[in-house]
């Protein structure tokens, strides 16, 4: 899905060249110029959703995780007090991430106000919508 996208992942405008991100909408989502890595596997990815179900409830049938910035802030891990959730995608709705990024940029677009909201690549180049929590 990501190699079709030419706009930034977060505020959907172009960018000018092959990167996937503005700087200013970078530093807004996560207090800084670059973009965390997603390191995490999908098998550990699915066990730290699961791990986290049995503690945090987050409404809603997607996958998601409470994730939180390294103290370098170049990736993010699980965390039940995290600043962040991260939906990833699901084998029978694999667009849902830039469909919930997509319906927040137009709410953001028509006025609303929306919560800090991207999409973030994970290790297997797949998509994930990341929003800072709001609760």
């Not at 179900?53 to 910035?69: A, C, N, T």
């Not at 694999?94 to 953001?108: D, F, H, R, S, W």
């Amino acid at each position: 899905m990501n190699e079709k996208m030419t706009g930034c992942w977060v505020c959907l405008k172009d960018t000018g060249a092959a990167a996937h991100y503005h700087g200013p909408c970078l530093k807004r989502l996560f207090g800084r110029p670059a973009c965390p890595q997603v390191d995490l596997g999908s098998t550990t990815l699915n066990e730290a959703i699961a791990a986290q179900s049995d503690r945090i409830s987050i409404s809603g049938v997607q996958g998601k995780l409470v994730v939180e910035l390294t103290d370098e802030g170049t990736s993010v891990r699980p965390s039940e007090s995290g600043g962040y959730i991260l939906k990833v995608p699901v084998d029978s709705y694999k667009y849902l991430p830039g469909n919930e990024q997509l319906t927040m940029a137009l709410a953001k677009m028509a006025g609303l106000v929306v919560p800090d909201f991207g999409l973030v690549a994970l290790p297997d180049t797949r998509l994930a919508y990341v929003v800072k929590r709001f609760d």
